[in-house]
Structure formats: C-alpha cells, structure tokens
C-alpha cells in the first residue's frame, strides 16, 4: 500500500466509507502524500502532458485573447491575469511573452496563480523568471483581488475538480462509495441509502456524476466579473451537453491504471460537464457564450498561420504541424474535438476572441 492508501484505509476503518469526491480530495490534495503535492506530473517524464507543453502557440493565443479582452474593458489601468491550476507555469509564460504586442496591458497587469503544490510553486516562479513577472499565489479563489478586474484563465482546471458518483441500482440512485474489499485493499460499493433527491429515470447501473464543487466555484467566479468586470476562459476535456456515464481515470506514467490503485502515485480526473458549468455561470449573473471545441477556437484564433511563421526559424519544421494537428486536429488520436473552451464574462462584455463569430460548432 502507498502511505496514503495506509491513511485513507484507517479513515474508513474509523468512520466508514467515503465518497468518491473525499477520495478524489485526498488523492490528489493531500498536505503530505497528495499527488499534486508531491512532485512535477508534467511533460514527457511526467504522468501526462498538457496543451501549453504540446506548443509555446497554445500559451501564446491564450495570451492574445487575454490582451484583447483587457482592450474590450476599456484598456483599465490595474487589472489581474489570474491562472486557475497553472501547471508548471508554461501556459501564463506564453501567454505574457504573445501579450507583449500590447505593452499597455502587460504595464497594468499582476499576475496571480491559484496553486496550493510547493513543488509546482516553484516550477512556476522558475519558468516566469525571464518575464520578470513574480506571482501572487492563493490557495483558493477567495484571496484574489476585488478591486479590480479578472481575467481568468483556467486550462485543466476543472477535470481534476472532486466529483460525486451516483449509481442506478434496481431502480434507486445510490451514492458510490469507496470502502475496503475482502482483501483489505479499496474497493467501490454503494451506499445503502437511497439518494431521494436524485428522482430521474435511468437504466439500471447507469452513473450520474456532479461536481458541486466545481459548480460553486464556477458561480462564485461568474459573481467576481459581475462585480469586478472581466472574463474566464476554461479548457478542458468533457461533455457539450449532459451524458451518462463513469469518466473518473486515473492516469501514471503517460498510461491508464485503475482509479483505486496506488492513491497519491497518479493524476485523477474526469470529464467536465460544460453544460452543469453554464448554468452556474448564469446564476452568478454573467453572460455565458456558446461553447466552441478546442480546434475551432484554436483554428480562428491562427494557429496555423502562427506555426507557419514560427517554421521560418524552426530546426524541425515537422515537429510543428505534429504540435498543431495534435492540439486543433479533429482525428481520434487529437485533443481538439474532446476538449470544450468555455468563455465567460462580465454582462457588460461581448463574446471574447474566438467566439464572437456566428457559427459555433456547438451550441451552448
């Protein structure tokens, strides 16, 4: 057993089962054996590789649709450039050195992090050194400054979000939970109370999964650009619409493994449910714009005009267009039809770049 497996096996010992969002919680957040607490899961030696380590393009048009967005505000003279779960710090790196093209913004602009990982605190620090740029970090969204606006970017953010998982089982939804098999080990069952509030029809063993979690911050988010003016632009992997279905993965060393196994040694996620995410934007009072696909976004923001340029000095041309077919290819083994780019803003706001053309390739 992993050191945290050790633990979570005594919290239920002593309390019981626990839900899959407690589980998730622990595994990936513990203060001591969390995985994102631990160690650098990023890149080719990592567990698995993101968008903004595919490309520096990725970072760059981000960049680009945060500057113009600080344009659309009305250039104001303080502003923040907040990144939810920044990673390594490769994407706001990008992003700083694209913005450039408009000195005024990147004059104004702070940046904040919300991060709570030592170890990714200071890959962050590290990769910002040659923009001179030194963030403020927060554990939570509740610490960032009110006084002024907010541009939010969120890139993998919300996958990793605690997630509940409830079952259809003879009829009744039941809460999966996460308790001890007859090995000793981890092992899913289900709660033997009746989930009452959950009443819609479903086969049975269907799963239903939400993430209140993910939801409140979304809501709470949509009240910050209410107030303080400003937008939120989250990319991730997930549903357009509500679908059925068990998405929690587990991922170690670039490969699927099972969610239970080795607590605290690999990445857990699961699909974003962009609809869920929406609607809570609305309840917070902020306009929320028609969903886009990854490739579409990327592919009207200039992705492969700004490799095209980029080839000119490039020592492997090839590498390129492999990096752009990977992140706004269409084809199965591609990120850009699976991953959704959600744009939120302050009411005041039009669409942001990107989406402020007519023919969105999914509807809200």
């Given at each position: 057993?992993?050191?945290?497996e050790?633990?979570?096996?005594?919290e239920?010992?002593?309390?019981?089962p626990?839900?899959?969002?407690?589980?998730?919680?622990?595994?990936?957040?513990?203060?001591?054996?969390?995985?994102?607490?631990t160690r650098?899961?990023?890149?080719?030696?990592?567990?698995?590789?993101?968008?903004?380590?595919?490309?520096?393009?990725?970072?760059?048009?981000?960049?680009?649709?945060?500057?113009?967005?600080?344009?659309?505000?009305g250039?104001?003279s303080?502003?923040?450039?907040?990144?939810?779960?920044?990673?390594?710090?490769?994407?706001m790196?990008?992003?700083?050195?694209?913005?450039?093209?408009?000195?005024?913004?990147?004059?104004c602009?702070e940046?904040?992090?919300v991060?709570?990982?030592?170890?990714?605190?200071?890959?962050?620090?590290?990769?910002l050194?040659?923009?001179?740029?030194h963030?403020?970090?927060?554990?939570?969204i509740?610490?960032?400054?009110?006084?002024?606006?907010l541009?939010?970017?969120a890139?993998?953010?919300?996958?990793?979000?605690?997630?509940?998982?409830?079952?259809?089982?003879?009829?009744?939804?039941?809460?999966?939970?996460?308790g001890i098999?007859?090995?000793?080990?981890?092992?899913l069952g289900?709660?033997?109370?009746i989930?009452?509030s959950?009443?819609?029809e479903?086969?049975?063993?269907?799963?239903?999964?939400?993430s209140?979690?993910?939801?409140?911050?979304m809501?709470?988010?949509?009240?910050?650009?209410?107030?303080?003016?400003?937008?939120?632009?989250a990319?991730?992997?997930?549903?357009?619409?509500?679908?059925?279905?068990?998405?929690?993965?587990?991922?170690?060393?670039?490969?699927f493994?099972?969610?239970?196994?080795?607590?605290?040694?690999?990445?857990?996620?699961?699909?974003?449910?962009?609809?869920?995410?929406?609607?809570?934007?609305?309840?917070?009072g902020?306009?929320?714009?028609?969903?886009?696909?990854?490739?579409?976004?990327?592919?009207?923001?200039?992705?492969?005009?700004r490799?095209?340029?980029?080839?000119?000095?490039?020592?492997?041309p090839a590498?390129?267009?492999?990096?752009?077919?990977?992140?706004?290819?269409?084809?199965?083994?591609?990120?850009?039809l699976?991953?959704?780019?959600?744009?939120?803003?302050?009411?005041?706001?039009?669409?942001?770049?990107?989406?402020?053309?007519t023919?969105?390739l999914?509807?809200?």
């Amino acid at each position: 057993m992993t050191p945290l497996e050790i633990e979570i096996v005594s919290e239920i010992k002593a309390n019981g089962p626990i839900g899959v969002d407690r589980f998730m919680a622990l595994a990936l957040g513990h203060p001591r054996h969390g995985y994102y607490m631990t160690r650098d899961p990023f890149g080719m030696g990592g567990d698995f590789i993101t968008a903004p380590e595919i490309s520096q393009i990725f970072g760059e048009l981000l960049g680009l649709v945060a500057a113009m967005t600080w344009q659309a505000l009305g250039e104001p003279s303080a502003v923040c450039l907040v990144e939810l779960g920044p990673g390594r710090g490769t994407l706001m790196a990008d992003a700083l050195r694209a913005a450039k093209a408009l000195p005024g913004f990147t004059s104004c602009l702070e940046v904040h992090f919300v991060e709570m990982s030592p170890v990714l605190q200071r890959a962050q620090a590290d990769a910002l050194k040659d923009s001179g740029r030194h963030p403020i970090w927060h554990a939570s969204i509740d610490t960032l400054p009110t006084d002024r606006p907010l541009i939010i970017l969120a890139n993998e953010f919300f996958d990793a979000i605690p997630i509940r998982q409830f079952q259809k089982h003879k009829g009744d939804w039941r809460e999966r939970l996460v308790g001890i098999g007859a090995d000793g080990t981890l092992a899913l069952g289900l709660d033997p109370q009746i989930a009452e509030s959950l009443t819609f029809e479903a086969p049975d063993d269907s799963v239903f999964e939400m993430s209140p979690i993910s939801l409140d911050i979304m809501r709470r988010l949509a009240e910050r650009l209410v107030a303080q003016r400003g937008m939120v632009l989250a990319i991730d992997y997930g549903y357009a619409k509500f679908a059925y279905g068990d998405s929690l993965q587990a991922v170690r060393r670039h490969k699927f493994t099972p969610v239970l196994d080795n607590p605290g040694e690999a990445d857990i996620t699961a699909h974003v449910d962009f609809s869920s995410l929406g609607i809570a934007a609305k309840r917070g009072g902020a306009a929320v714009h028609p969903l886009l696909t990854q490739a579409t976004l990327l592919e009207r923001l200039g992705i492969r005009h700004r490799a095209e340029i980029l080839k000119k000095k490039a020592d492997d041309p090839a590498s390129l267009d492999a990096a752009v077919e990977r992140l706004a290819g269409t084809g199965s083994q591609s990120m850009g039809l699976l991953f959704k780019a959600l744009a939120v803003t302050s009411p005041d706001l039009g669409p942001p770049a990107g989406f402020d053309q007519t023919d969105p390739l999914l509807a809200p």
